[in-house]
């Protein structure tokens, strides 16, 4: 049986310090994260410049999700050891995970001038530029990567979505199946758990995928993942409990929905979100399937060819057919802001185009949920088996509304009012609302789904969007994570219960 923290704390900390950074190491690899920290932090008690008990004490905190305690711990290894690429490579990832792009473009940059020769930095350094959009950049880093490791899967996957996003789709898929050739499926054990739910998750190569890993912990599922286009059949149907379809970006996925679709023909077990549901939730698609919905607006969505922008013709065709400025010019199966511009005035619209990735762009309408502070507000709610759960309001005096980059974290009346939405969602946006949220969630037929949205003057939802998509991220800790906390854990349990195949939060 593995040694408990209280058990260790018998030991002679000075004298027995390897073997406290060993049970230590032990609990980590087994799930046991607050008992491994609280061993490290003995060690760290009378050994400060300790540099492996501080590095992997930020290892336990990474795979916590607590990235602000795991910068930390790196930092206090990276002190205690300047030279040790290794712990600056750690420390760069931890801070891009709490949002520092730049110093930890500066740390790995460090730890890369340490072991110029590490494949692995290179894909790190890559994976960053990539998620802050320096795609000839990032393909740079992925390239190097495979010249150090030839067939490094990660680099393939890495290089393939950022030659997708460059407008290269078919040496793209290229690289994904490199990428893909050993990894088609693969399960993640579950941790602590003689008796798991079992899930099969199928994925597509493209991206677009659900992100589920703050709900399927492997504390309770055991997740087996399949990329649906490289596939053939799907695996016996005695190995899993339940199938769960993560696809669900139909903007961007659709290759991996058809394929989905598919595999799924033959077989009777049943599917979450199963893929012919996803496929309409589109932005175009969504829009006019859900404009007629009574006490919701849809904005008006077209899908315009690269060409027409490059031609500079994109301008004329919106403005013959009746649209407005300000517009938004957004490109496909992207998210969190991401190719994501407010065109004031026609004579922008083919110069922002054209600046923006993909063979089709979109064009959306404008919709205005300015507030009569001035202020603009995007509500989150989540919808699970059937059922609205709020999940959390971002305020900001930006357009482009998201709840990382809003004004929540310095302003009290903003959380005061977040804290009322939460707790009585009816009461703060109206019971007519709150009835246009379940219409929208009969209409989407979705087990798992989202909805970002607005009120207009008069209570009406404004549905910036609606897929299954939508992420729900435990909050940090600190007043603005507390207040929020047993709403989310509400949402988390919902969906939980939903992928253990009991709908009942």
């Known amino acids: 049986m593995m040694s408990s923290a209280r058990e260790a704390a018998t030991v002679d900390p000075i004298a027995d310090v390897a073997t406290l950074c060993q049970r230590a190491d032990r609990l980590v690899a087994s799930g046991g994260y607050e008992e491994a920290i609280a061993l490290y932090r003995q060690?760290?008690?009378?050994?400060p410049d300790h540099a492996v008990a501080a590095n992997n004490m930020g290892n336990a905190y990474q795979k916590m999700g607590r990235f602000a305690d795991a910068v930390s711990c790196y930092r206090q290894a990276r002190d205690a050891q300047p030279g040790n690429a290794a712990i600056r490579t750690n420390l760069?990832?931890?801070?891009?995970?709490?949002?520092?792009?730049?110093?930890?473009?500066?740390?790995?940059?460090?730890?890369?001038?340490?072991?110029?020769?590490?494949?692995?930095?290179?894909?790190?350094?890559?994976?960053?530029?990539?998620?802050?959009?320096?795609?000839?950049?990032?393909?740079?880093?992925?390239?190097?990567?495979?010249?150090?490791?030839?067939?490094?899967?990660?680099?393939?996957?890495?290089?393939?979505?950022?030659?997708?996003?460059?407008?290269?789709?078919?040496?793209?898929?290229?690289?994904?199946?490199?990428?893909?050739?050993?990894?088609?499926?693969?399960?993640t054990p579950a941790l602590r758990n003689d008796h798991p739910v079992r899930i099969l998750k199928l994925m597509s190569a493209a991206g677009g995928n659900i992100p589920l890993d703050e709900v399927l912990t492997p504390f309770r599922f055991e997740v087996t993942g399949l990329i649906v286009e490289f596939a053939d059949r799907l695996p016996p149907a005695e190995n899993h409990d339940l199938v769960i379809n993560a696809i669900g970006d139909?903007?961007?996925?659709?290759?991996?929905?058809?394929?989905?679709?598919?595999?799924?023909?033959?077989?009777?077990?049943?599917?979450?979100?199963?893929?012919?549901?996803?496929?309409?939730?589109?932005?175009?698609?969504?829009?006019?399937?859900?404009?007629?919905?009574?006490?919701?607006?849809?904005?008006?969505?077209?899908?315009?060819?690269?060409e027409?922008?490059?031609?500079?013709?994109?301008?004329?065709?919106?403005?013959?057919?009746?649209?407005?400025?300000?517009?938004?010019?957004?490109?496909?199966?992207?998210?969190?802001?991401?190719?994501?511009a407010r065109v004031e005035t026609f004579g922008q619209v083919d110069t922002v185009g054209q600046a923006l990735p993909g063979e089709h762009l979109l064009a959306i309408e404008?919709?205005?949920?300015?507030?009569?502070?001035?202020?603009?507000?995007?509500?989150?709610?989540?919808?699970?088996?059937?059922?609205?759960?709020?999940?959390?309001?971002?305020?900001?005096?930006?357009?482009?509304?998201?709840?990382?980059?809003?004004?929540?974290?310095?302003?009290?009346?903003?959380?005061?009012?977040?804290?009322?939405y939460l707790a009585d969602p009816a009461g703060v946006i109206g019971a007519p609302a709150m009835a246009a949220l379940q219409r929208i969630g009969e209409a989407l037929g979705l087990d798992y789904a989202g909805i970002d949205f607005a009120l207009d003057g008069h209570g009406t939802v404004l549905v910036f969007e609606a897929n299954a998509t939508m992420r729900i991220v435990p909050p940090p800790?600190?007043?603005?994570?507390?207040?929020?906390?047993?709403?989310?854990?509400?949402?988390?349990?919902?969906?939980?219960?939903?992928?253990?195949?009991?709908?009942?939060?």
């Open 92 to 187: 760069g990832r931890a801070l891009e995970a709490s949002g520092n792009a730049r110093h930890a473009l500066e740390e790995l940059g460090g730890a890369l001038q340490l072991a110029p020769d590490s494949a692995e930095i290179h894909y790190h350094i890559a994976t960053l530029l990539e998620h802050q959009l320096f795609l000839a950049e990032a393909r740079h880093y992925y390239e190097a990567a495979l010249r150090l490791r030839p067939g490094y899967p990660a680099a393939h996957i890495g290089l393939g979505d950022v030659l997708a996003d460059l407008g290269f789709e078919e040496e793209a898929w290229q690289q994904r199946r490199l990428g893909y050739a050993q990894r088609v499926l693969s399960t």
């Open 366 to 420: 404008w919709l205005d949920g300015t507030g009569a502070d001035g202020l603009f507000r995007k509500y989150r709610a989540m919808l699970l088996g059937g059922k609205v759960f709020p999940l959390h309001l971002a305020i900001s005096r930006q357009w482009k509304v998201h709840y990382f980059s809003s004004d929540m974290a310095v302003s009290d009346a903003h959380r005061a009012e977040e804290l009322r």
């Open 250 to 306: 139909a903007d961007r996925c659709r290759r991996g929905l058809d394929a989905a679709a598919a595999l799924l023909r033959e077989s009777a077990v049943r599917v979450l979100n199963p893929p012919e549901r996803v496929v309409p939730t589109g932005r175009e698609a969504l829009s006019e399937r859900l404009g007629g919905l009574e006490g919701v607006r849809m904005p008006r969505v077209r899908t315009l060819p690269r």
């Open 308 to 340: 027409l922008f490059h031609k500079r013709l994109a301008a004329a065709t919106l403005a013959a057919e009746g649209w407005c400025c300000p517009l938004l010019l957004r490109a496909r199966g992207y998210h969190s802001g991401h190719h994501f």
């Open 477 to 505: 800790p600190g007043p603005l994570g507390d207040q929020r906390r047993p709403f989310i854990d509400r949402a988390m349990a919902a969906a939980r219960a939903l992928f253990s195949g009991n709908r009942s939060p």
């Open 43 to 47: 060690v760290l008690d009378v050994r």
